[in-house]
């Protein structure tokens, strides 16, 4: 519970919870979305949960949010990449995601964790950022700081590992091949953000505002209630999932459907 409070206190880890829930804004959750959201953040008991994940493993809150089956913690990052590219759009040019990096050709890289393949790409890239023309690599993390590697870690500690991790991937690979700059963006689960992560959107809103000739604040402060509901979403959707093996059907793909309505007698409809 402890824990639970410390990482409700986090930077942008209550935004969803103050802001008024305004459907035109995207600020809205469902009946069981926010009594659900509440139970996360607190750890209060939840209702309605198997007793076991299709992975074989026990279902709680806590193996919902690293459970890799059903492909929902690809997604949550998918979500938050998508949403830092559309608000690079609007300040940057030459904005991508899932930018493939220039390949190695004989160079030689200090640490042995280093992305040294051809295949290596990052979640989102964008020119002018941080210098004028250069391109800014970024690659997100989202983590769950109750899972047990963390136990014996701050949540501080925790950020760090994560972002030290990445910019041991990418950092130097960048700079000296792609010749650009390199940002690890982390996050929890419960909608915190590490120190990077906290300095590119700053350095994005303090852009984004100069722009639109609106106030930083008023920018800072909408930025991290939308990150803040796209990852309260991407918890939600850990958690409620479907995480069985879809039925068995008949294969549609290569279905003709015309012959079949004729094979079988099928009464034909019109709606």
Known sequence: MKRKISLAQEVGASNWLTALPIRAKGFTLNKREFTDAIALRYGWPLGGLPNRCSCGAQFTPDHAMICKQGGFICMRCDEVRDHTAQMLQEV???????????????????????????????????????????????????????????????????????????????????????????????????????????AFFARLAEVMAEKKQQPKSSIVSWMRCRLSFSLLRSALLCLRGTRSPPPKSAHIQNLDFEQTVVDSRINELLY
């Not at 390949?103 to 890239?125: F, I, Y």
């Open 92 to 198: 940057c040019k030459d904005v991508t995601i899932e930018t493939t990096l220039l390949p190695l050709r004989g160079e030689n890289l200090r640490h042995r964790t280093s992305n040294t393949s051809d295949e290596a790409r990052v979640d989102v890239s964008a020119r002018g950022l941080w210098t004028r023309r250069q391109l800014a690599f970024s690659d997100m993390r989202i983590f769950n700081p109750m899972a047990p590697c963390y136990n014996n870690l701050t949540i501080e500690a925790s950020h760090f590992r994560n972002e030290y991790e990445k910019i041991r991937m990418y950092e130097e690979r960048i700079q000296n091949v792609d010749q650009g700059s390199f940002t690890p963006i982390t996050f929890t689960t419960s909608g915190g953000m590490g120190p990077k992560a906290k």
